[in-house]
């Protein structure tokens, strides 16, 4: 088998095939039980496996390498899945989580405190944080990586893919911060790259002062803790972001040459740590070559956190993370698939693993990897949760089959029966914009913005008769209108509008009226407006729940009124292809979505799929031949709709009874 892809799907021996992949810790699996678990695995219809390699268990001791003890014998793993008839992805690291007390770091690593990773103020602030690019960091990372590549080559045949790190920034962010470690980034050093970056981006300090409101003299005196307490400070932060995504791409490069010395030029790959951490790798997407990135998902992982089973707005976070690796060019693939639970309190039932599956399926994932398939005891020493890693895994540390090894079953018996999937897309009929700026936040995760256009675009459009994508707005498709949020809107993002409104794109604004957009909407003038969120009128009809953020004063002539306030206030104007509403929408009821019917109608929006019962959400996914709809019910209740499926050159009605808690399928015929 040989792994490719392309924008669309993965292509496997030459064929577009859904990726179907299971997670197998070699060093937990019981060696003797190996090839029994592989296979029920292997009957399941899936076509690839994945595993850690971790360097905490493999140099425990530093120039001491252990490839041939009892849960260190790697090159029995690959022997037992060529025998079985796996292709392998390979997870060398350097880092590996899986709840390992080192993160997968071996211990006397860590002793060398110059390599960890700092705050802003230079402080180190988690003892298995390291900043990527330091060189005693990548020395030692090489010496290892070198030792597991002379296995790997000797299974190129099986191997067909090799994953550059883990969840790269999440050891980072999740113990504190970003990495501004000075060495490892090269601040304050000239020619480092830190410096380097500033130099490049701005030619001149007086350009980067006047942007911080400080007062360096060059680029060298820059400190990132004067710049985190300016005025400026989220320019700084921006622009730290997008040097951080720079210094992930070297990160990668560097790990991909050393596979490439070693010979062992095969696909590699990603995962950004949740579908949030995307954008934290947009200059990878752009500059890495022979690599694809997906991303991590769990919905539970205590039995403190806010969900218990999948439910019906997951279908944002997974749909943002699959709209966004396609503007990048990618499968989307879901990397690290919960299958299980490291918290025995919560049971991971066959109803829990199908709807989750079913769920990313519909919004067009096409590559999965379960985690994990089955565990087993860990290494002596570097487990951090228990002595056994079972994980509450589909096949249990003893052996034993779990209910939701059937719910695994199920799903990819779904797919090879509609294999026609894997050549689908979902229909949308309207694009959410995605400010790159704004989904990273100041510290890597997305602003409160980016949650009002979950809330309050994607819930009332899933409620409705049209389909929501999240774009890019550097990757704008003027066919299709755009939904637009103006609050904390960054002027790098207009010329991106601009030429969308240029070529004739229809835009719906939201909230503040940025000046950059000024040009585009004309002379709307604005004022705050502190009323209470009463009851609007929305082209007649009353519309509530909505938040306003301010009134418009100043409008001109050509504009018609479309919203007005409780006390007649002005809040909403439209004229040709342009609508400024002064307020952001918070679905709470269904006021909201039959407003954004009427607004995307008055758009010559396309629907795509009208359900007579607004809680049951549906994607509609095509191909030129065909066409099918998911349906999803995650409530606790039974339900009756009626579907009216747009399939191009006519509408297909279907009557469909959904039980509680499924997600299920109804091709349109």
Known sequence: MMLKFDKKSFIIDGKRKFLISGDFPFFRVPKNDLKRRLQLFYETGANMVSTYVPWEIIERNEGVFDFGGAQTDFEFFLETCREVGFKVLVRPGPYQYSEMACDGLPEWLLHHDEILAKNVNGATYCKTAVSYNHPYFLEKAEIYLKKVCE????????????????????????????????EGNGIGVKGGAYVSFLNDKYKDVSVLNDKYKTNFNSFEEVDPSVCDKAPGKWEFSHDYLEF???????????????????GLKCLTCHNAADPFLLPLFYEASKNLDNCFIGFDDYYNLSPFWATMKPEQTMIFRTQRGADILRDYGYPAAVLE???????????MTETDVYNY?????????????YYIMSGGPNFEGTGATADVYDFSAPISAEGKLRPSFNGIKKV??????HEWLVESERAYSVQIGCSLNLLRGDNGYPTNSDLITRKGFATALACSEYASKFTLLSKLDEKKPLLLLGT?????????VREFAEKGGKIALFGTL????????????????DGFNRRMTAWGKSLYNMVCNCEITVCPKDYSVAVTGYNGELLGVEKGNLKYFSFTPNT??????????????????????????????TTLVKTNEKAGVFVINLFNRDAETTLEINVGDKIVEKKVRVKANTVSFVEAE
């Not at 639970?341 to 919560?346: L, V």
């Not at 990819?412 to 029966?417: A, C, I, K």
């Not at 904390?488 to 991106?496: G, I, K, T, V, W």
């Not at 940025?514 to 407006?529: A, V």
Request: hydrophobic share 40%; net charge negative; with cysteine.
């Open 151 to 182: 296995i790997l080559v000797k299974y190129k045949d099986i191997v067909d893919c090799v994953q550059l790190d883990n969840e790269a920034v999440g050891v980072q962010i999740w113990r504190g911060s970003l990495d501004y470690s000075r």
């Open 244 to 262: 951080n995504g720079l210094q992930l791409t070297r990160y990668f490069v560097t790990l991909q040459n050393i596979f490439d010395q070693c």
């Open 337 to 347: 698939f919960q299958s299980g639970n490291i918290t025995p309190i919560i049971p």
């Open 357 to 369: 599956a079913m769920l990313h399926v519909a919004t067009g994932i096409k590559g999965i990897n």
């Open 412 to 417: 990819n018996e779904f797919l090879r029966s």
């Open 488 to 496: 904390h809107f960054r002027d790098e993002d207009a010329p991106f």
């Open 514 to 529: 940025p000046e950059s957009l000024k040009s585009i909407f004309g002379n709307i003038e604005t004022e705050k407006y």
């Open 588 to 617: 709470v009821s269904f006021d909201q979505a039959e407003f954004f019917e009427k607004l995307l109608a008055d758009f010559g929006a396309e629907p795509a799929v009208k359900s007579s019962d607004r809680t049951v959400w």
